[in-house]
């Protein structure tokens, strides 16, 4: 019952990340994914200290409120400072994080807050808060949430994500086609927020990175156009998360780990499987 | 008093290694060598069954080593872009590292007190033994520096004439690297493995808001760092609970934005 329980919160958190990974693989983003998942460290601590509670309704709101003002501020210094990307992004991400464990340090040290849960995440803890539904006893408040969530992005990603593709291609011909490509990219980073925010506290910052990056990466190997690229995303995702928990489940190691270290071996073995083929061809 | 002045060397070889990782436009690397040196520790304690300096350190540099290799394989992939292989591989990393601490935590739960050091860096937990090994690396790499930066400034600033004029210049390239992450290594119980890469790039952006040639860029830089090193380790040996790293980090990064708004020179990088 466990186990199918935590097999269904995995699954459901990759599947959300999954569908936004295309997208950031094909603009470039992934540090930038890394710079927002470390730096928003400070608005969660803020806004567990404004709400005093980890669970409710409210501390999501104003966690995926922060998360976006952090990427809105990401983008702005990108733009001003014209200094190169990866120095922009390790001055930044490091300073608004050692901000955030020196915030820990002094407010939330008590609670379960502290750094180390959000470096790690904590999937097995979360099979406790169940519903108790009679007949789906294994459903908790944290699936709920991640349905929703799920809903959202396939919403965004039904008439929003198309037009955000052009830009990756053509930054040119997308400004001089869609008048609007601001306020999509906008919108792409509130989705990107919400989607961190909610699956942070289940799989913690590093396996949100890897799980956000690899499956668009691994499909990016081996499709042809976007639509392969997305239904293989899902396939990859899926596997690796029912993979890497079965591993971590018999061995009885740390299931957020496992899978963020299958997911290097995954893309070692990809890699290794298309470079093969490409010297045939 | 060895501290301070070993901490001060350390943080000027490393302000001084730093500036070619920005001018070369390699800033993120010592962030994934600094991820990939966890699960070298965790591995060290767990094989060793004791929390031994020198192990954790070779254990550490061969991880690092590793890391660094795989980036160079996937790299040659035209599909692959450098950012996405770097994400997957500091988060495959330290994947690695979280799945070996549970079995730690579940095979000897005694020595995993100290390790969460590691991840913040705490200077009052570093022995003298290891002071003395941080200070004659650092020595080390002053003295590799010496030689080596005549040919590293040609490498960041035009990188074809360096490949024409020299023959050297795979040797050169393999001996930075070489030293960039024997220092990420050795940075470990002082600002901690997340935050490594702010001790490379932030004294080289400060330094480049003021100076005008390179001499005075690398004056800048590794006064600015030693400086904030000095401040952070004095800050946070004085109060036990605070950890190094994100002291050091922040003083830096105050720093940064002081001489943003100070300087007039325009900025281009």
């Known amino acids: 019952m466990i186990l199918i329980s935590l097999?269904?919160?995995?699954?459901?958190?990759?599947?959300?990340?999954?569908?936004?990974?295309?997208?950031?693989?094909?603009?470039?983003?992934?540090?930038?994914?890394?710079?927002?998942?470390?730096?928003?460290?400070?608005?969660?601590?803020?806004?567990?200290?404004?709400?005093?509670?980890?669970d409710s309704f409210l501390f999501d709101f104003f966690a995926v409120f922060f998360s976006f003002l952090t990427a809105l501020l990401l983008k702005k210094v990108?733009?001003?400072?014209?200094?190169?990307?990866?120095?922009?992004?390790?001055?930044?991400?490091?300073?608004?994080?050692?901000?955030?464990?020196?915030?820990?340090?002094?407010?939330?040290?008590?609670?379960?807050?502290?750094?180390?849960?959000?470096?790690?995440g904590q999937v097995e803890y979360t099979v406790f808060d169940t519903l108790n539904i009679q007949i789906l006893p294994f459903l908790n408040a944290t699936h709920l949430k991640l349905s929703l969530c799920l809903l959202v992005i396939l919403?965004?990603?039904?008439?929003?994500?198309?037009?955000?593709?052009?830009?990756?291609?053509?930054?040119?011909?997308?400004?001089?086609?869609?008048?609007?490509?601001?306020?999509l990219n906008y919108i792409f980073y509130l989705i990107l927020s919400f989607v961190l925010i909610m699956s942070f506290k289940v799989l913690g910052v590093v396996l949100v990175l890897s799980l956000a990056i690899a499956p668009g990466l691994n499909a990016k190997l081996f499709s042809k156009n976007l639509n392969d690229m997305y239904v293989y995303s899902l396939i990859y995702c899926v596997l690796s998360s029912l993979i890497g928990t079965f591993v971590a489940y018999s061995l009885n190691i740390s299931i957020a780990g496992t899978i963020a270290f299958c997911n290097l071996i995954f893309l070692l073995l990809a890699n290794f499987l298309k470079t093969n083929s490409m010297h045939k061809n | 008093m060895l501290i301070y002045f070993s901490v001060l060397l350390f943080a000027l070889v490393a302000a001084l290694y730093g500036n070619f990782c920005v001018f070369q436009k390699q800033g993120l690397i010592a962030d994934v060598l600094g991820h990939s040196v966890f699960p070298a520790?965790?591995?060290?304690?767990?094989?060793?069954?004791?929390?031994?300096?020198?192990?954790?350190?070779?254990?550490?540099?061969?991880?690092?080593?590793?890391?660094?290799?795989?980036?160079?394989?996937?790299?040659?992939?035209?599909?692959?872009?450098?950012?996405?292989i770097m994400a997957i591989i500091l988060s495959g990393f330290f994947g690695l590292g979280t799945l070996l601490i549970s079995i730690l935590k579940r095979n000897s739960s005694n020595l995993i007190s100290g390790v969460s050091d590691i991840f913040y860096g705490n200077?009052?937990?570093?022995?003298?033994?290891?002071?003395?090994?941080?200070?004659?690396?650092?020595?080390?790499?002053?003295?590799?520096?010496?030689?080596?930066?005549?040919?590293?400034?040609?490498?960041?600033?035009?990188?074809?004439?360096?490949?024409?004029?020299?023959?050297?210049?795979?040797?050169?390239?393999?001996?930075?690297?070489?030293?960039?992450?024997?220092?990420?290594?050795?940075?470990?119980?002082?600002?901690?493995?997340?935050?490594?890469?702010?001790l490379f790039i932030i004294p080289c952006?400060?330094?480049?808001?003021?100076?005008?040639?390179?001499?005075?860029?690398?004056?800048?830089?590794?006064?600015?760092?030693?400086?904030?090193?000095?401040?952070?380790?004095?800050?946070?040996?004085?109060?036990n609970s605070v950890p190094?790293?994100?002291?050091?980090?922040?003083?830096?990064?105050?720093f940064f934005i002081s001489a943003h708004f100070i300087s007039i020179k325009p900025s281009k990088l």
């Open chain 2, 244 to 254: 190094t790293g994100p002291l050091i980090v922040i003083i830096l990064g105050l």
């Open chain 1, 78 to 120: 990108f733009n001003s400072l014209k200094i190169s990307k990866e120095s922009i992004i390790g001055l930044f991400y490091t300073f608004l994080f050692s901000i955030g464990v020196l915030m820990v340090v002094f407010f939330a040290n008590d609670v379960h807050l502290d750094a180390d849960a959000v470096l790690f």
């Open chain 2, 123 to 198: 200077v009052s937990a570093i022995s003298s033994y290891d002071l003395f090994f941080i200070l004659w690396f650092s020595l080390i790499s002053l003295l590799v520096y010496y030689f080596l930066r005549r040919y590293l400034i040609f490498s960041s600033f035009d990188s074809t004439f360096f490949k024409f004029k020299f023959k050297i210049h795979k040797l050169v390239d393999f001996i930075f690297y070489f030293i960039l992450t024997f220092l990420v290594t050795l940075s470990i119980n002082l600002v901690g493995i997340i935050l490594t890469s702010a």
């Open chain 1, 155 to 183: 919403l965004w990603v039904k008439f929003f994500s198309r037009k955000l593709y052009y830009e990756s291609f053509d930054f040119n011909f997308a400004t001089f086609k869609f008048k609007n490509l601001k306020y």
């Open chain 2, 205 to 239: 952006l400060i330094s480049y808001k003021f100076s005008k040639n390179y001499f005075q860029l690398e004056m800048i830089s590794s006064l600015a760092a030693c400086f904030s090193c000095f401040l952070g380790v004095f800050i946070s040996s004085n109060f």
């Open chain 2, 41 to 84: 520790v965790i591995l060290s304690i767990l094989l060793t069954n004791s929390k031994s300096y020198f192990y954790m350190m070779v254990f550490s540099f061969l991880f690092s080593l590793l890391a660094f290799a795989i980036l160079n394989y996937l790299k040659r992939n035209p599909l692959l872009d450098k950012d996405s």
């Open chain 1, 7 to 54: 097999l269904l919160t995995l699954v459901l958190s990759s599947l959300c990340l999954a569908l936004v990974s295309p997208t950031l693989v094909l603009k470039k983003e992934a540090m930038f994914v890394d710079a927002i998942s470390h730096s928003v460290l400070p608005g969660i601590v803020f806004s567990f200290i404004l709400i005093k509670s980890l």
